[in-house]
């Protein structure tokens, strides 16, 4: 198994993220976010919790502000990598919304101790404080801090040596080094011992100061590595029984009378595997559609609004045979082998080639019907619809489509380091509906990327709008299959909980969180309903 598939990111992620500005991400307020409550999150193997820490950074005397946040930012950024590998992850986008009403400036002069008659050079020392929400694995339960490191400012210039001493130096380190920041681990053997050597050298540089309270080393203000303890604050994960909008969903959102699903899947392979269903990803969405037929019933083909038909009735094999109005239960099962056509092998993998070629980078939407029922009112039927689409890499067109007309949407794919299509500042309010939706972002570290910077964007608010997403890398393997089991429990009639819901998905549980369901109203005691296949 390659790295790309186990992690997500993808090297056309960097390649995107380093053209991309690194600006902190705050969308203008325009929905109504909640204000935070001592609940603050829902999550199986997560626990929501303040951090907070402390960092130092040196710039030249007279800088301005500007030049000073900068330097903040490319510091504090930094521990992005420590805490993704320490089980940790905040909300703030790679750490950059650092509160300058924090900052703590002096003029210091840098000597070296190690030169007779040194001189010095004025220099502005700024202390600065970050605070945030962060999500932290099970084994913080108890713990009050947690110790991590940050780097210089300045690291770009010893990219070797941090590969060398700071990381695992395997494929995915090399491959992403020039954003060092991502794949920095300070717990490695090697990046203690050097962490160590460079503090005894700056112990013993302060001691041979004349005047340690003007003065600083030159070995201090040159380190690479700065080792820090952060804070954790109060446990505010839910502990309560929270709950999709069910009533909601079911009434009809996007469509009348019908629940909207989307799946997106993107390309995981960096390399052409022979077409689309070649690529790993394809055989994780036969495996989440199979699933949800296997549990639900078959689903039969519909028109996309405002798409052009994919032709999906008519094929003709390269062994001549044709193969006309296959279901689609059959399509899908032909990558796992449950297909019931009357086929050879060769010509069944000839149909699923097809069949992955002709829906790439195009929409097709499939359906059943259900029958609901909800408190006192009579029965009335529900088509469930599944729009499916293969391929999502670098546009946002498809994320903005399924955004608009879905009411559940499912992403999965990588995550392009938060500059790629699901980028928030991709997005206005325009693309989402005023009803309510769900939206589960399923790639590396979405929690950082793609969480908070949503909800402003939504009408209403939390109030329409439930994230899932994860803190640390949730791999590939296996994602279909969580997908499918997640699809299944919210699809089965029960009125699962959220924590149901992870559980289910528990396959690819990476310190997954639920944001924006606390002010839901959806109990299955205050709203009773039955749904049945038709």
Same mark, same amino acid.
């Given at each position: 198994?390659?790295?790309?598939?186990?992690?997500?990111?993808?090297?056309?992620?960097?390649?995107?993220?380093?053209?991309?500005?690194?600006?902190?991400? &705050?969308?203008?307020?325009?929905?109504?976010?909640?204000?935070?409550?001592?609940?603050?999150?829902?999550?199986?193997?997560?626990?929501?919790?303040?951090?907070?820490?402390?960092g130092?950074?040196?710039?030249?005397a007279?800088?301005?502000?500007?030049?000073?946040?900068?330097? !903040?930012?490319?510091?504090?950024?930094?521990?992005?990598?420590?805490?993704?590998?320490?089980?940790?992850?905040?909300?703030?986008?790679?750490?950059?919304?650092?509160?300058?009403?924090?900052?703590?400036?002096?003029?210091?002069?840098?000597v070296d101790?190690?030169v007779?008659?040194?001189?010095?050079k004025?220099?502005?020392?700024?202390?600065?404080?970050?605070?945030?929400?962060?999500?932290?694995?099970?084994?913080?339960?108890?713990?009050?801090?947690?110790?991590?490191?940050?780097?210089?400012?300045?690291?770009? &210039?010893?990219?070797?040596?941090?590969?060398?001493?700071?990381?695992?130096?395997?494929?995915?380190?090399?491959?992403?080094?020039?954003?060092?920041?991502?794949?920095?681990?300070?717990? !490695?053997?090697?990046?203690?011992?050097?962490?160590?050597?460079?503090?005894?050298?700056?112990?013993?540089?302060?001691?041979?100061?004349?005047?340690?309270?003007?003065?600083?080393?030159?070995?201090?203000?040159?380190?690479?590595?700065?080792?820090?303890?952060?804070?954790?604050?109060?446990d505010?994960?839910?502990?309560?029984?929270?709950?999709?909008?069910?009533?909601?969903?079911?009434?009809g959102?996007?469509?009348?009378?019908?629940?909207?699903?989307?799946?997106?899947?993107?390309?995981?392979?960096?390399?052409?595997?022979?077409?689309?269903?070649?690529?790993?990803?394809?055989?994780?969405?036969?495996?989440?559609?199979?699933?949800?037929m296997?549990?639900?019933?078959?689903?039969?083909?519909?028109?996309?609004?405002?798409?052009?038909?994919?032709?999906?009735?008519?094929?003709?094999?390269?062994?001549?045979?044709?193969?006309?109005?296959?279901?689609?239960?059959d399509? !899908?099962?032909?990558?796992?082998?449950?297909?019931?056509?009357?086929?050879?092998?060769?010509?069944?993998?000839?149909?699923?080639?097809?069949?992955?070629?002709?829906?790439?980078?195009k929409?097709?939407?499939v359906?059943?019907?259900?029958s609901?029922?909800?408190?006192?009112?009579?029965?009335?039927?529900?088509?469930?619809q599944?729009?499916v689409?293969?391929?999502?890499?670098?546009?946002?067109?498809?994320?903005?489509?399924?955004?608009?007309?879905?009411?559940?949407?499912?992403?999965?794919?990588h995550?392009?380091?938060?500059?790629?299509?699901?980028?928030?500042?991709?997005?206005?309010?325009a693309?989402?509906?005023?009803?309510?939706?769900?939206?589960?972002?399923?790639?590396?570290?979405?929690?950082?990327y793609?969480?908070?910077?949503?909800?402003?964007?939504?009408?209403?608010?939390?109030?329409?709008?439930?994230?899932?997403?994860?803190?640390?890398?949730?791999?590939?393997?296996?994602?279909?299959?969580?997908?499918?089991?997640?699809?299944?429990?919210?699809?089965?009639?029960?009125?699962?909980?959220?924590?149901?819901?992870?559980?289910?998905?528990?396959?690819?549980?990476?310190?997954?969180?639920?944001?924006g369901?606390?002010?839901?109203?959806?109990?299955?005691?205050?709203?009773?309903?039955?749904?049945?296949?038709?």
């Amino acid at each position: 198994m390659n790295a790309s598939r186990l992690l997500r990111t993808g090297l056309s992620a960097l390649l995107v993220g380093l053209l991309a500005t690194t600006a902190a991400c &705050s969308a203008d307020s325009g929905g109504e976010e909640t204000d935070g409550t001592e609940d603050d999150l829902t999550s199986v193997t997560a626990r929501s919790r303040s951090l907070e820490f402390a960092g130092t950074v040196y710039v030249e005397a007279g800088a301005n502000d500007a030049t000073i946040l900068a330097a !903040v930012r490319n510091q504090s950024q930094t521990a992005f990598g420590p805490m993704r590998t320490s089980d940790i992850a905040v909300n703030s986008r790679e750490l950059k919304e650092v509160d300058p009403r924090t900052f703590v400036k002096r003029t210091v002069k840098v000597v070296d101790p190690n030169v007779a008659n040194d001189p010095g050079k004025d220099m502005l020392e700024v202390k600065y404080k970050y605070t945030d929400n962060a999500v932290v694995g099970l084994k913080y339960a108890s713990r009050t801090s947690v110790p991590l490191a940050l780097m210089s400012p300045n690291y770009r &210039s010893q990219l070797e040596r941090i590969l060398r001493e700071c990381t695992p130096n395997d494929e995915h380190s090399r491959e992403f080094l020039s954003s060092a920041w991502y794949v920095f681990e300070p717990s !490695v053997a090697s990046c203690q011992e050097a962490m160590k050597a460079e503090q005894k050298q700056i112990d013993a540089d302060r001691l041979k100061l004349t005047d340690a309270r003007k003065q600083v080393t030159k070995s201090d203000v040159e380190r690479l590595y700065l080792p820090i303890q952060a804070k954790l604050g109060a446990d505010k994960t839910n502990r309560g029984a929270s709950y999709p909008e069910y009533a909601k969903l079911y009434k009809g959102g996007v469509q009348p009378n019908k629940l909207v699903i989307s799946l997106v899947y993107g390309n995981i392979d960096h390399v052409n595997n022979g077409g689309p269903a070649g690529d790993f990803n394809w055989g994780e969405l036969m495996t989440t559609l199979n699933e949800v037929m296997a549990a639900g019933g078959e689903l039969k083909f519909v028109p996309v609004q405002g798409q052009p038909a994919v032709d999906l009735a008519h094929f003709t094999l390269a062994s001549g045979k044709k193969v006309d109005n296959a279901s689609f239960k059959d399509l !899908v099962g032909l990558h796992g082998g449950q297909s019931s056509l009357s086929l050879s092998y060769a010509d069944k993998q000839d149909l699923e080639k097809q069949f992955g070629t002709r829906i790439f980078k195009k929409w097709i939407a499939v359906e059943r019907t259900v029958s609901v029922k909800s408190g006192n009112e009579a029965p009335r039927d529900v088509g469930v619809q599944f729009l499916v689409y293969f391929g999502a890499d670098s546009d946002s067109a498809p994320h903005k489509f399924a955004t608009k007309n879905s009411d559940v949407f499912l992403y999965n794919g990588h995550s392009y380091i938060g500059f790629g299509p699901l980028d928030p500042r991709n997005f206005t309010a325009a693309d989402f509906p005023s009803t309510y939706q769900i939206l589960w972002i399923d790639g590396c570290v979405s929690y950082n990327y793609y969480e908070k910077d949503y909800i402003p964007l939504k009408q209403g608010g939390t109030k329409n709008l439930d994230l899932i997403t994860n803190g640390i890398e949730a791999p590939s393997w296996r994602s279909g299959h969580a997908m499918g089991q997640w699809l299944v429990k919210l699809l089965d009639g029960k009125g699962s909980s959220y924590k149901d819901l992870l559980i289910a998905a528990e396959d690819t549980e990476a310190l997954r969180v639920v944001d924006g369901e606390l002010d839901n109203e959806f109990t299955p005691a205050r709203f009773p309903m039955t749904i049945t296949p038709r």
